[in-house]
């Protein structure tokens, strides 16, 4: 079975302070995907970065960064001085191979970050 | 333009009505998809449609039917509203239905039965 696992339910930080927010996955797929999704308080859902199982190479896109280990099965994102305006719901999600032919994201609960002034 | 619109945003009714949100994507995705997310955050996915035909249909009240007139649009009807149906309702699409393909989501349509 596939499972997301995002233990912090809610995050506090002060602007600019740095922040990670975790995402522990479960699959026996060898090949599988992770993306990482942004909820503002105006309620869409923005897609932040899609990474598959055989690049474990970090990323980092302006102040965002990801962190992949396969070893721990983890997908860590950070934020680095963080704003005001990165205050939002995060989602972590796992895509496997399909079953029956057809394949399911599975999302996180989400971490609910809130940056204060 | 919007890549994936749907429309109401917001809806309010009684229970008991029957009412659809409508959607359509723009970016010439075969796959097209309903969630719904419940008021602590819950996503999950209710259908999925590839190129008009369904593909995923989870463990949903036969009340909610998904109609695709063509892969472009993904509407979905709900009959006999209860309160336990208020949440925010996302339609989404995908360039195809393999695994690892980006889901891009709409703006949600927040449903609230009173």
């Known amino acids: 079975a596939q499972k997301v696992t995002q233990a912090q339910t809610e995050i506090s930080v002060v602007e600019k302070e740095d922040v990670t927010l975790d995402c522990v996955y479960e699959?026996?797929?060898?090949?599988?995907?992770l993306f990482w999704y942004k909820q503002p308080p105006s309620g869409e859902l923005v897609f932040l970065i899609r990474?598959?199982?055989?690049?474990?190479q970090n990323e980092i896109s302006g102040r965002y960064s990801w962190n992949f280990q396969k070893s721990t099965s983890s997908f860590n994102f950070t934020i680095t001085a963080s704003q005001v305006v990165d205050s939002a719901v995060y989602f972590c999600?796992?895509?496997?191979?399909?079953?029956?032919?057809?394949?399911?994201?599975?999302f996180g609960t989400g971490t609910r970050l809130k940056v204060l002034a | 333009d919007t890549a994936v619109s749907q429309t109401p945003k917001y809806l309010v009714t009684q229970m008991g009505n029957d009412k659809s949100i409508k959607c359509e994507q723009n970016?010439?995705?075969?796959?097209m998809y309903w969630y719904k997310q419940d008021s602590k955050k819950f996503l999950k996915i209710m259908f999925s449609?590839?190129?008009?035909?369904?593909?995923i249909n989870e463990t949903v009240p036969n009340r909610f039917s998904p109609k695709s007139p063509d892969k472009a649009h993904l509407n979905l009807h709900i009959n006999s509203l209860e309160l336990g149906d208020s949440a925010v309702y996302f339609c989404?699409?995908?360039?195809?239905?393999?695994?690892?393909?980006?889901?891009?989501f709409g703006e949600g349509s927040w449903l609230t039965v009173v």
């Open positions: 699959t026996r797929d060898t090949t599988y995907y």
């Open positions: 989404a699409s995908s360039q195809d239905r393999r695994s690892g393909n980006t889901i891009y």
């Open positions: 999600a796992l895509s496997g191979l399909p079953t029956s032919g057809t394949y399911k994201y599975i």
């Open positions: 970016l010439g995705h075969d796959t």
């Open positions: 449609y590839n190129n008009k035909e369904l593909i």
């Open positions: 990474r598959n199982s055989f690049d474990e």
